[in-house]
């Protein structure tokens, strides 16, 4: 097999057992999901914890309906607004989604600390910094 689509299988294979264990985590001590703590975390780390929505589409990796979505799940149980006209809409952070991203950081920090210490430390800086290339590499942009 290729050694390029070895690496992105198995970048698959690991992406997909870290989201099973911070989706069962999350669920458990938070009541949100990884994809949920993705978005308030992106939120969270913004200046006015206020973004686009059409922002959001390329770092959660969804279309825009499926933000919307999730957005509308998470502004129902006072997480988050939306705000804006057609054009620019916008979501923002309300306070108590910052308390519990505050929160669910700490468990998310302690389990991919978990999960990390089985890579040697050296190691982790070199593919921390392949998959950030990957992930900005313009061959996977969108057309």
């Known amino acids: 097999m290729n050694t390029n689509l070895s690496f992105c299988l198995a970048l698959q ?3 997909a057992s870290l989201r099973l264990k911070l989706d069962d985590e999350l669920g458990i001590y938070h009541g949100i999901s990884f994809s ?19 922002e959001l589409v390329r770092p959660l990796g969804l279309p825009q309906s499926a933000v919307l979505r999730q957005l509308i799940l998470l502004e ?7 705000d804006g006209e057609n054009n620019e ?3 923002v952070l309300r306070p108590a989604g910052r ?3 505050n929160a669910a950081r700490e468990t998310a ?7 990390v210490t089985s890579i040697t430390p050296d190691t ?3 593919v921390s910094t392949a998959l ?6 313009p061959s996977l942009a969108l057309s």
Do not use: E, P
């Open 13 to 15: 294979r690991a992406h």
């Open 36 to 54: 949920d703590f993705v978005l308030l975390n992106l939120l969270a780390q913004t200046a006015n914890s206020r973004v686009r929505i059409v």
């Open 76 to 82: 129902k149980i006072g997480l988050v607004v939306r």
């Open 89 to 91: 809409r916008y979501v």
């Open 99 to 101: 308390v519990l991203v």
């Open 109 to 115: 920090d302690s389990i991919c600390s978990r999960a």
């Open 124 to 126: 982790v800086g070199l």
């Open 132 to 137: 950030d290339t990957l992930a900005c590499a």
